[in-house]
């Protein structure tokens, strides 16, 4: 892999992390709710299922994916459910006077191993990064090289990339507790996370296996 191509594939993938999706709302809200070092747990869970999709994507499966229709539909239906869930949780969290949010569904000192996992399903269970990633990886990987250098290369710059940004987000959201710290402002902000993951969750319904909306 030359380092031209390398390098655009960095510049893909800061465009690609940056723009706004379920990940980066997860970042923010986790990162309102519970502050920098916490988020990073979720974090952490986000690039673990950014992996799962780049091996997946990597290895073909992803290709063999989008060629079921059936196989598709059930990862398709199963993401948007989850963030949709997530998103009636963070809807549903109860105000109260300090920085982190008391919920039903959405625990105050949720623990390290559930933030992890709620970042993982949250990349893994998206199927718009698994047909992104079909679809971009190739454009970047070179015949006459071995494939799996290459693909470690991409998925260590990915990662990176997206940590970087994904904490960025967090450190964003979590400087702006002191302003929300009473219980009004935090209704606001749990509803308006909670909105923007359901309407997410929701969009995915008519996600095709082309990649285009429905």
Do not use: C
């Not at 380092?3 to 800061?14: E, H, M, N, R």
């Not at 309102?32 to 950014?50: E, F, N």
């Not at 990597?58 to 949709?84: E, P, Q, R």
């Amino acid at each position: 892999m030359s380092f031209a191509t390398w390098f655009a594939f960095v510049i893909a993938g800061t465009v690609i992390a940056i723009s706004p999706g379920s990940g980066a709302v997860l970042s923010m809200s986790h990162g309102l709710a519970y502050g920098l070092k916490k988020a990073s747990g979720t974090v952490l869970g986000l690039q673990l299922g950014l992996i799962l999709v780049l091996l997946i994507a990597g290895a073909g499966v992803g290709s063999l994916l989008l060629a079921s229709s059936l196989a598709f539909t059930v990862v398709k239906v199963v993401g948007a459910l989850y963030l949709i869930y997530l998103g009636i949780a963070q809807w549903r969290a109860a105000a109260t006077s300090g920085p982190l949010a008391s919920t039903e569904g959405l625990e105050a000192h949720p623990s390290l191993g559930k933030r992890v996992l709620t970042g993982f399903l949250t990349n893994a269970t998206n199927p718009k990064g698994i047909i992104f990633m079909v679809a971009v990886l190739p454009q970047f990987i070179s015949k006459d090289a071995p494939l799996l250098p290459q693909l470690a290369i991409l998925g260590v710059t990915m990662v990176t990339i997206d940590s970087i940004v994904m904490h960025g987000y967090a450190a964003l959201a979590a400087s702006m507790q002191r302003f929300l710290r009473d219980p009004r402002a935090m209704k606001l902000q749990n509803r308006f996370f909670g909105l923007v993951l359901m309407v997410i969750g929701s969009m995915l319904f008519f996600v095709k296996r082309g990649g285009q909306p429905a």
